[in-house]
C-alpha cells in the first residue's frame, strides 16, 4: 500500500466513524467533529463521499432481505472495522431510524475504505462533485487526482471522473493545472466545446457567445463539432457559438494561477462577452437590449471591479444611450 493509499484508508475510516458518532447528537462530539473537519480539506472531501456512500446504501434493502455480515463475510476485497460490530451492538434498544442508520454504517465505512485503496476518484462514480463561485469570488480548489483548478468569479464546475476519463463540465472561467495520467483523459467542456489536456497548464473563458483558451505549459487540444487545433504554450483560441475557431494572440503569456487577478483584457471581443465578465464580479449588472450593439467588437483593458470604466468608455459612442435600474444598467 503506498503513502498516499494508507492516508486515504486513514481519512475514509474516520469520516465514516464521525458519521455514525453524529447520531449521538453531543455538544462535546459536536465540537471534536468541528475541529476534526476544520483541520484538512481532505476532511471535508471525505466526508462528503462517505456521507454519499452512505446515503446510497441507506437506500439499498429498506425490508432488510440482506445479512450484511454473511455479504462482509465473503467479501474478499473488504477491509473489516473493528468498530463495524461495535456499531450494530451498540443500536439495541434504539430508535427505528438510527437501527436502520448504523446497521449500514460498517458496510459505509468499509466501502470507503475499499475505495480508498481502489483509487480515491472512483468516489466520483457514487455522486458528482461540483464546486462554485459567488460573484466577485475567486477560489483554488484540489481535485482528487492532484489537478488544481483556479475558479474565477462567478463560475460553476461539474467534475465526473471515471475508469478513463476525468471530465470537467464548465461555466464561467477557470484555470486548470493537469496532473498527468496516462490512463486517464482529461477533459474540459465549455459549451460545445472539449478542451483536452495532454499534461498542462490552461484557461477556458465560457463567455455567453463564444469560449477563450488560453495556454501557459504544455500542449492541449480543442475540438468541435467541426474541426480540431493543438495549442502550445502561449497560443490562444476563441471558439464561437458555430463551433468556428479562431486564433488570435495571447492576452497574457505567463499564467496567473495562484495570483488570479482582477484585471479584463479583451481584444476584438464582443459586448455581450465583455458586459458578462463585469457581470460575473459585480452586483450591478450590465444588460444589452439589442443583438446588433450585443455584437459590436471592442478591445481594451479593464479593472473587474471598475464596471463604471466600461460604462463611461461607452457613454462616448454617439449612439448608445446608458439607463440605470437599481442594479440593472441597461445599454441601449
Do not use: C
Request: net charge negative; aromatic share 6%; no cysteine.
Amino acid at each position: 500500500m503506498t503513502v498516499n493509499q494508507q492516508a486515504n484508508l486513514s481519512f475514509a475510516v474516520e469520516a465514516a466513524e464521525w458519521l455514525d458518532r453524529l447520531e449521538a447528537d453531543r455538544p462535546d462530539e459536536r465540537a471534536a467533529f468541528a475541529r476534526w473537519i476544520v483541520a484538512s480539506p481532505l476532511h471535508v472531501d471525505s466526508f462528503l463521499k462517505v456521507t454519499a456512500v452512505d446515503r446510497l446504501l441507506t437506500n439499498i434493502d429498506r425490508h432488510h432481505h440482506i445479512n450484511v455480515d454473511q455479504l462482509l463475510a465473503g467479501a474478499k476485497d473488504v477491509i473489516p472495522l473493528s468498530n463495524a460490530r461495535q456499531n450494530k451492538t451498540a443500536v439495541a434498544g434504539t430508535r427505528g431510524r438510527l437501527r436502520e442508520r448504523r446497521r449500514w454504517s460498517g458496510v459505509a465505512a468499509a466501502a470507503a475504505a475499499v475505495v480508498a485503496l481502489a483509487g480515491w476518484w472512483a468516489v466520483s462514480l457514487v455522486a458528482d462533485t461540483q464546486f462554485t463561485t459567488a460573484i466577485g469570488e475567486q477560489r483554488t480548489i484540489e481535485l482528487a487526482d492532484g489537478t488544481t483548478v483556479g475558479l474565477d468569479a462567478r463560475t460553476h464546475v461539474k467534475v465526473q471522473y471515471s475508469d478513463d476519463a476525468r471530465d470537467i463540465y464548465l461555466q464561467g472561467a477557470a484555470i486548470f493545472t493537469v496532473q498527468p495520467d496516462p490512463q486517464r483523459t482529461f477533459r474540459v467542456h465549455s459549451d460545445h466545446t472539449v478542451i483536452q489536456a495532454l499534461g498542462t497548464q490552461f484557461s477556458v473563458d465560457r463567455r455567453p457567445w463564444s469560449t477563450v483558451v488560453t495556454v501557459f505549459d504544455g500542449l492541449v487540444e480543442v475540438l468541435t463539432a467541426n474541426s480540431s487545433v493543438r495549442l502550445a504554450a502561449g497560443e490562444e483560441v476563441r471558439i464561437d457559438r458555430n463551433a468556428r475557431i479562431e486564433r488570435r494572440t495571447a492576452t497574457s503569456t505567463s499564467s496567473p494561477f495562484g495570483r488570479m487577478e482582477t484585471r479584463l483584457v479583451f481584444a476584438d471581443d464582443r459586448l455581450e462577452d465583455i458586459a458578462a465578465a463585469f457581470n460575473r464580479w459585480n452586483r450591478s449588472q450590465i444588460l444589452i437590449d439589442n443583438p446588433t450593439l450585443s455584437a459590436r467588437l471592442y478591445s481594451g483593458a479593464f479593472d473587474a471591479n471598475d464596471p463604471e470604466s466600461l460604462i463611461t468608455f461607452l457613454e462616448r459612442e454617439g449612439d448608445i444611450e446608458i439607463d440605470r435600474q437599481d442594479d440593472i444598467v441597461l445599454v441601449r
